[in-house]
């Protein structure tokens, strides 16, 4: 059963567990999604949306008491946190891998986040996180602008923005006090009203280029399977989502920082990390526990996630570990790189037209595009299962149809 059904990450675990000849149940609150389109989905049927989350998980308990049991997998950080959250009620009906709400919590609030990984070893950006309104004013008069204003967790968010870049003490209150007006699920702050708070967090140029994503399996305190990848372009370019990707050297001392970290939360399970690198220090910016956009890169780079984690899930730790040492034995570079082919040239058209992108910018990520397209892994386009692409070239329409503003200052401007 996998949920979230418009997520790229969503859309490779289908084809990958398909493949396998696993059967899948794909779930949305509409009639058409990407993964429900897939030749690889099984069964797709409608439930309520993820935001709203008592009746989203009533009906998961009602699916699950009427059909045999399904091994649930976590498709977002939504559905990492409520999926922990009602562990012991979802166990009935479902096979669960995520573990206990404590670790999922710890990963997904950025402050906690950033004390545990100062405990595992690893650096973290200077961060602050206010209690209150009144500790706003001290803190523009202790941070070094820029800063970023980002949510503390994503969970439940409904803007789904990731920050906003302040670049003068002055402007540091107003801005947080409007930022803070973006509210989570009650759901979420009624398990901890404080989430509600932004966190204040020093910006580094090179959040636009210097992100370095490492993402495996966690097992027992140990990383039994690991990739690196380098994000080359995002959108919005200064704290965005990413768009293009390319391979990177795992580095072994961020392997074991996180190793400790997973070992000291209790976190087991597919994740995916981003650092940002800076002065030649990685610092740790997020730990996502749950499947991610780009994972259609890692699986077709021979690292199975999706299949790692439905055996994780029913227990076979056999199963688990010879997957594990299958990847090991593959090649360490594919000379694969990843772009979403219809977000990647619809950004550089509109953003090359606006301006944002200069000429000759515009032109290099063309030539890069066109250099890589043999080697492209793309989350939505595939030749042996189109109807996703063909789905998704229309939804992209529609979105910038329904959210012009949003469309034309995150795509064709370049704004936050």
Known sequence: MLTTADYYGTLAAVRSLGRAGIPVTVASPSRWSLSGSS?????????????????????????????????????????????????????????????????????????LLHEHAAGAGLLTPPSWRPESFDDVERIAREARFPVALKPVTQVLYRTRRKGVRVDRPQDLAPMFRA?????????????????????????????????YNLSGFARGGRVIGVLASRKLLQRPRRMGVGVCFEEAAVMPDLVAGIERLTARVGFNGVFE???????????????NPRFYNEMAFDIARGLPLPLLAYHYALGDQERVSRLCAEHARAPASSGRVYAHGTGFRLLVGLQGLSGAFSKDEAAAWNHWYQTHRERCVDPVYDADDPWPSRLDIGQVAKSSLRHPRSFLRSVVLDRD
């Open 39 to 111: 030749k690889y989905a099984t069964r797709s049927v409608r439930c309520p949306p993820v935001l709203e989350a008592s009746s989203f998980i009533d009906w998961l308990c009602e699916f699950g008491a009427r059909h045999e049991k399904h091994v649930l997998l976590p498709t977002c950080d939504d559905t990492a946190w409520l999926y922990a959250l009602n562990r012991e009620r979802l166990s009935e009906y479902f096979h669960l891998s995520v573990p206990e709400i404590g670790a999922i919590h710890q990963l997904l609030d950025k402050s």
């Open 179 to 211: 930022f803070a007006n973006h509210r989570h699920e009650r759901s979420l702050l009624a398990f901890d009203p404080a989430l509600s708070m932004p966190l204040v967090q020093e910006y580094y140029p090179e959040a636009a280029t210097g992100i």
């Open 273 to 287: 990390t981003e650092f940002i690198e800076h002065e030649g220090a990685p610092m740790l910016i997020d730990f």
